[in-house]
T-cell receptor, first 112, second 117 residues
Framework: NAGVTQTPKFRVLKTGQSMTLLCAQD?????MYWYRQDPGMGLRLIHY???????AKGEVPDGYNVSRLKKQNFLLGLESAAPSQTSVYFC???????????FGQGTRLTVV | AQKVTQAQTEISVVEKEDVTLDCVYE???????LFWYKQPPSGELVFLIR??????QNEISGRYSWNFQKSTSSFNFTITASQVVDSAVYFC??????????????FGQGTILTVHP
């Protein structure tokens, strides 16, 4: 089993460009999450989903959009990248409220 | 709203010392779940333990132990006889099980632990 796979692992964008980060899980998990990690800020929740076709805003949703058209995939979009979106992005998934989240390996995004 | 606070930004200890990482949480849910994760220098996030709100039994796993106290909304983590390999960032997290927080998994800011030889 691959677990949680994030694509790409690294990316450099120019200000104003758009891109989509893909998160795929093969564990049939209901919940999926996108976080960003910045020095001293911990893991901040961007958006999350509690099931196929659902999405909800987290703590820092501005500048990002998400979609969960298929249960196994959770896409994070940046429509117009800004230098403030330079960060490491982590995707996670979990089965139920009571179960732990499994994380992807992270995507390092730099916006110049 | 739910919130997790890890007041200790960085802790530095010498090998074999005991160290406690503090975690305080806020939630309006009566049922909720607490987690601890470790992020070693390699960057991946490793699950350590989970606790549900109706089970206040403390847990010990080898050199690791966790103290959950609902009365003070705390879920502290102690490493006994620390080792250099324990050096990592440690995160506490909370997931509510009802209301508007349904499914939401919130992390604290993390505590950077450095264990010196």
């Amino acid at each position: 089993n691959a677990g949680v796979t994030q694509t790409p692992k690294f990316r450099v964008l120019k200000t104003g460009q758009s891109m989509t980060l893909l998160c795929a899980q093969d564990m049939n998990h209901e919940y999926m999450y996108w976080y960003r990690q910045d020095p001293g800020m911990g893991l901040r929740l961007i958006h999350y989903s509690v099931g196929e076709g659902t999405t909800a805003k987290g703590e820092v949703p501005d500048g990002y959009n998400v979609s969960r058209l298929k249960k196994q995939n959770f896409l994070l979009g940046l429509e117009s990248a800004a230098p403030s979106q330079t960060s490491v992005y982590f995707c996670a998934s979990s089965w139920l409220d009571s179960t732990e989240a499994f994380f992807g390996q992270g995507t390092r995004l730099t916006v110049v | 709203a739910q919130k997790v606070t890890q007041a200790q930004t960085e802790i530095s200890v010498v090998e074999k010392e005991d160290v406690t990482l503090d975690c305080v949480y806020e939630t309006r849910d009566t049922t909720y779940y607490l987690f601890w994760y470790k992020q070693p220098p390699s960057g991946e996030l490793v699950f350590l333990i989970r606790r549900n709100s109706f089970d206040e039994q403390n847990e010990i796993s080898g050199r690791y132990s966790w103290n959950f106290q609902k009365s003070t909304s705390s879920f502290n983590f102690t490493i006994t006889a620390s080792q250099v390999v324990d050096s990592a960032v440690y995160f506490c997290a909370l997931r509510g099980a009802g209301g508007t927080s349904y499914g939401k998994l919130t992390f604290g800011q993390g505590t950077i632990l450095t264990v010196h030889p």
